[in-house]
């Protein structure tokens, strides 16, 4: 069982300055909820009981987010706002959530290497604070990760198909298929140039790992951008251990870049019952004048 997730939100978020200089990128909104708070909600419907966030310097208001405000509590019972106080509190019940900083930026590998005490000896998922991602079938992707870890015992990368020329800007596998969208990973490369790139299936920002992945980050060495990256380490991984690829059926969304995250902003308010109607009407207002 799979109980235990880490969730990398140490990074500075330069590509969304000025709007991340004073507050994290990872507590800027989709509509009205923090991007980390639908990461925090995928894993729990995924099972997770118990989040490690990977924090730093300037995170203060995630941990905020996830902490009990007696005094808005109490504000919002005097003023009889039931309906507001029951999510608050909704929130702040949704796991067990754990912080620890980062004492450097060294990259991904080495922010996980941080959960390591913290997670033991079991297998543990990963969720990236700054990426989205929803299925179509409308199952949390972490749980259908979940699901292949049960099936093989090993851990399992979840992967999207991406044009060949984006390829550079994540990590790449290389592998076989084996059942309808799960791969055997042969090997990953960390954002190779496009005529280097073994696929175009990359890596989707969510992980299961097996806690070996700790012992592979303390032998790996700085790579793409000088920083410890959590793909090569699961490049050594592999030498030991079996890995599986989940090609998910659906989006991801990377809230780290402004055209993305505007968009997601719109997409998802169209998804939402009290605000389709008068976003589809701005939006053909919009459409009349272009
Ligand atoms: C990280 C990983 C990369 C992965 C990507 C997904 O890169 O290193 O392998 O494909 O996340 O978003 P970053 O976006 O932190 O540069």
Redesign the pocket.
């Known amino acids: 069982m799979i109980r235990k997730a880490v969730i990398p939100a140490a ?1 500075f978020g330069t590509r969304l300055l000025p709007a991340s200089k004073s507050q994290p990128k990872e507590m800027l909104p989709i509509v009205d909820t923090p991007t980390i708070q639908y990461v925090v909600e995928e894993a729990v419907a995924a099972g997770i009981t118990d989040i490690l966030m990977i924090i730093g310097k300037g995170k203060r208001a995630i941990e905020e987010h996830f902490y009990r405000n007696f005094e808005l509590e109490l504000e919002l019972e005097e003023k009889g706002k039931e309906k507001e106080l029951e999510e608050l509190k909704r929130i702040s019940n949704l796991a067990n959530i754990h912080f620890v900083w980062q004492k450097e930026l060294n990259g ?1 590998g080495d922010a996980i290497s941080y959960a390591r005490d913290h997670v033991g000896n079991e297998p543990f998922a990963v969720l ?1 604070g700054d ?1 989205l991602v929803q299925s179509n079938s409308g199952e949390s992707v972490t749980k259908q990760m979940i699901d292949v870890y049960e099936r093989y015992n090993e851990s399992v990368v979840a992967l999207e198909e991406v044009d060949r020329d984006k390829v550079s ?3 790449v596998m290389d592998g076989k298929v084996i059942d309808k969208n799960i791969y055997l990973v042969e090997n990953f490369v ?2 190779p140039d496009p005529e280097d790139a073994p696929s175009n299936l ?4 969510r992980y299961v790992l097996t806690p070996e992945i700790f012992d592979c980050i303390g032998r790996t060495k700085p790579g793409k951008n000088n920083e410890i ?3 090569d380490a699961m490049e050594l991984l592999l030498k030991e251990r079996a890995m599986y690829g989940l090609r998910f059926e659906g989006r991801r969304y ?1 809230l ?1 870049n402004r055209l993305d995250f505007l968009k997601t902003n719109i997409e998802f308010a169209l998804m939402r019952d009290d605000l389709k109607e008068g976003m589809e009407e701005f939006i053909k207002e919009l459409a009349a004048k272009m």
Do not use: N, P
Request: proline letters at 0%; charged letters at 20%; glycine letters at 22%.
């Open positions: 990074g991904l990236l990426t800007r994540y990590g960390e954002k990359v890596i989707a920002g990256q959590l793909t990377d780290g």
